[in-house]
């Protein structure tokens, strides 16, 4: 499975917010349409991956991939995985549970929706969350993403003990 086509939006309106204290999260949507969540992440046709903010949403690209079929080979997943780099959640109608720990291991939460949710109404309660607080699973996901975060605490507390202790 390889990408068909990946259509980037370039300096088209300005982006949402980003500073320090509010930076953007990716997320991408299952789509055909890129208006309604309407595929299985691991047959997905295409994905819409947005910037959001609390103030604010931007379309950066549209990733669509080829023919494939529903075989159960998980190297297919490939593509679909290199695509969402950088994303804090994938929605989709559904999602295998190979494809979940995948997911996961890359620090990208997958959200089965119900089918036909319509993206910019997912966007908006996403906006509303980012303002009211974010939930658990997405200040997860965000630390994960920032810079220096290696989204393993194994990891950090090496680098700690390799820093040496003084008193």
């Known amino acids: ?81 290199d695509a969402l780099q950088g994303c804090v959640a994938v929605y989709c109608q559904a999602v295998g549970a190979s494809a979940v720990r995948q997911l996961r291991a890359l620090g990208i939460q997958p959200l089965k929706v119900p089918a036909g949710s319509l993206v910019k109404t997912l966007l908006r309660e996403l906006q509303r969350e980012l303002a009211d607080g974010p939930s658990a699973w997405l200040m997860r996901a965000m630390a994960m993403h920032q810079p220096g975060a290696s989204g393993c605490e194994k990891e950090r507390f090496d680098a700690m003990e390799a820093e040496g202790w003084c008193e």
């Open 1 to 81: 499975m390889t990408v068909e086509r990946r259509l980037k939006l370039l300096n088209c309106d300005a982006p949402p917010a980003q500073s320090s204290a509010e930076p953007a999260v990716k997320v991408a949507f299952a789509s055909a349409d890129r208006r309604r969540v309407d595929q299985h992440f691991g047959a997905a046709e295409a994905f819409a991956i947005y910037a959001v903010d609390r103030n604010g949403c931007k379309l950066l690209e549209v990733v669509q991939f080829g023919q494939l079929a529903m075989d159960g080979h998980e190297d297919k997943l490939a593509a679909k995985l």
